[in-house]
C-alpha cells in the first residue's frame, strides 16, 4: 500500500462514518469519537485482511472486535449510551460488496457464483454478530474495573 | 371508584407529591414515559428496563415489575397497602434518535445520583422529547458523505465516488419525504433500490474514453444509508442480552429491509441485463 492509499483509507472511513452519525442525529460532541471508532475498525480489517489464508470474514470479526471495544471505552469516558459510537462505527464492516455481488450474479443467472458470494457475506454478518457479541458479554463491572485498572492505574 | 380517579387527577402536582397513592402513579407514569422515549428513538431493550427501575426505585417505588418488547412496555408497581398499578404502552417501531437516546440516558443518571426532584425531571423530559431531528438538508449531506466514502473504500474510483455522492443524497431525500409521507418500508426500500440503480446505469452512460464509470462501486455506496444498521446492532445487542424476542423481531425488520433494496437494484439490473443482452453489464 502507498502512503496515499493508506490517508485516502484513513480520510474515507473517518468522514464515512461521521456521514452516518450525522444521519442517526448524533449530537456534535460525539462526531469524533464516532469517527474514529468506525476508523480503527477499517484498519484492522485492513491489517488482518492483508495477511495470507486469512479470509476476509475473519478480518470482518477483528475489526468489529475492535469497532465494540472502542465504542465501550468510549461510552465510558464520555458517559454516554454504547449504541452512539456502535452503529455508526459498524458500518464500513457491513458486506455492502457481497450483497451486490449476490444481487448481480442472480439476476445474470451465475447461481453458482451467486451462492458463492451470498454464503460469502453470510459468513461476514455472522463474523460481525460474533465480533459484537463477545464485547458485549463482558460484564459492566468487570469492563469498568479493568478499564479504570489500565487508564488511571486504580481500582 | 372512577370519580375518585378523576378527582385525583385535578390535584395539582404539589399537593399529589404528598399522597403516596398518587406518588406511586406518578412515578411510574414518569418512568414508562423515560423508557417510551428510549425505545422509540432506539435504546436496546435493556437500557429501557434499567431506566424504569432506576427512576422507580430512586423515588422510592420499590415493588416494580417491567416486560419491555422491542414496541410494548408493560410496567406494574405496588405500593405498601399492596395496591398495584399496571400500565401498558404500545411503542410502533420508528425512527431514530441517538441524540435523544443520550439525553434520556444522561437524564436517569443524574436522577439517580440525586440531583433533580421528579418535578424538574417531568419537565427535562418534556423538553428532550421535543428535541427536533437535524435539518433534513444536514442529513442529506450526511447521507451522501457516508455513500461517496464507502463507496470509494469499497472499490470506486475518484469520479465514481463525486457520483455517488450526488445518489446518496438523491436517495436519502427521497427516503426523508417518504417517511413524511408515512410510506411503508417495502415501497421505501424498493423505489430506493431502483433510483440508485436507474441513477448509477445513467451515469455509465455518461462515460468517455479517458474516464470508465463502472456500476459496482457506485450501488455498493449509494445503498449504503438505505441499510438498516440501527435495527442490525440492535438485534444483536437484544439477543446477546437473552431478550430473543425483541432481537429476533428486530433482526427480522433488518433482513427485510436487506431483502427489499436487493429486489430494488435486482429489478433494475435485470430489466437492463435483458435489454442489452448482457454485453455491458
Redesign the interface.
Same mark, same amino acid.
Given at each position: 500500500m502507498t502512503t496515499q492509499e493508506i490517508l485516502?483509507?484513513l480520510?474515507?472511513?473517518f468522514?464515512?462514518? $461521521?456521514?452516518?452519525?450525522?444521519? *442517526? &442525529?448524533?449530537?456534535k460532541k460525539?462526531y469524533l469519537g464516532c469517527g474514529a471508532t468506525g476508523m480503527a475498525g477499517?484498519i484492522m480489517f485492513l491489517i488482518v485482511n492483508a495477511q495470507n489464508h486469512i479470509t476476509s470474514s475473519v478480518a470482518s470479526f477483528f475489526g468489529a472486535f475492535v469497532v465494540v471495544l472502542m465504542s465501550r471505552i468510549l461510552s465510558v469516558k464520555m458517559?454516554?449510551?454504547i449504541?452512539?459510537f456502535?452503529?455508526?462505527g459498524?458500518?464500513?464492516l $457491513?458486506p455492502?460488496?457481497g450483497? *451486490? &455481488?449476490?444481487?448481480?450474479y442472480?439476476?445474470?443467472n451465475q447461481l453458482t457464483q451467486a451462492a458463492l458470494k451470498g454464503i460469502e457475506s453470510l459468513k461476514i454478518a455472522f463474523a460481525?454478530?460474533m465480533g459484537?457479541?463477545i464485547v458485549?458479554?463482558v460484564p459492566r463491572d468487570v469492563f469498568h474495573k479493568v478499564y479504570y485498572w489500565f487508564v488511571a492505574g486504580k481500582d | 371508584m372512577e370519580s375518585e380517579m378523576t378527582e385525583d387527577r385535578k390535584i395539582t402536582k404539589k399537593e399529589r407529591t404528598e399522597q403516596p397513592d398518587g406518588e406511586v402513579k406518578q412515578v411510574v407514569d414518569f418512568a414508562l414515559e423515560a423508557g417510551r422515549i428510549l425505545l422509540k428513538n432506539g435504546g436496546e431493550i435493556f437500557r429501557v428496563e434499567e431506566t424504569i427501575t432506576r427512576i422507580c426505585q430512586h423515588f422510592g417505588v420499590e415493588h416494580v415489575d417491567i416486560f419491555t418488547l422491542s414496541h410494548g412496555i408493560f410496567v406494574s408497581a405496588e405500593n405498601e397497602k399492596g395496591e398495584v398499578y399496571t400500565r401498558v404502552k404500545h411503542i410502533p417501531l420508528s425512527g431514530s434518535h441517538l441524540g435523544i437516546v443520550a439525553e434520556v440516558n444522561e437524564l436517569s443518571r443524574q436522577i439517580a445520583g440525586g440531583k433533580v426532584t421528579i418535578l424538574e425531571a417531568q419537565e427535562r423530559l418534556v423538553q428532550i422529547d421535543r428535541i427536533p431531528p437535524s435539518r433534513a438538508r444536514t442529513q442529506v449531506l450526511g447521507a451522501g458523505m457516508g455513500a461517496a466514502c464507502f463507496g470509494y473504500l469499497m472499490g470506486a474510483s475518484l469520479a465514481e465516488s463525486v457520483v455517488t455522492f450526488f445518489i446518496g443524497c438523491l436517495v436519502y431525500l427521497w427516503v426523508i419525504l417518504a417517511k413524511r409521507c408515512r410510506l411503508s418500508k417495502i415501497i421505501i426500500n424498493i423505489a430506493g433500490g431502483i433510483m440508485i440503480t436507474l441513477c448509477a446505469i445513467f451515469a455509465t452512460r455518461l462515460s468517455t474514453a479517458s474516464m470508465v464509470f463502472s456500476l459496482d462501486g457506485m450501488i455498493i455506496g449509494a445503498i449504503m444509508p438505505l441499510i438498516p444498521g440501527m435495527a442490525f446492532t440492535n438485534a444483536i445487542r437484544d439477543i446477546a442480552d437473552s431478550d430473543f424476542l425483541s432481537g429476533t423481531v428486530r433482526m427480522m425488520d433488518a433482513l427485510m429491509v436487506f431483502v427489499y433494496i436487493a429486489v430494488g437494484v435486482g429489478i433494475v439490473l435485470m430489466t437492463y441485463n435483458n435489454m442489452t443482452g448482457g454485453f455491458i453489464l
Open positions: 485516502s483509507n480520510f474515507c472511513s468522514m464515512g462514518t $461521521v456521514g452516518f452519525a450525522i444521519m *442517526y &442525529n448524533v449530537p460525539y477499517w458517559k454516554c449510551p449504541t452512539i456502535l452503529i455508526s459498524i458500518f464500513p $457491513v455492502g460488496v450483497i *451486490y &455481488n449476490t444481487v448481480y442472480i439476476v445474470t460481525i454478530v459484537i457479541v458485549v458479554s | -
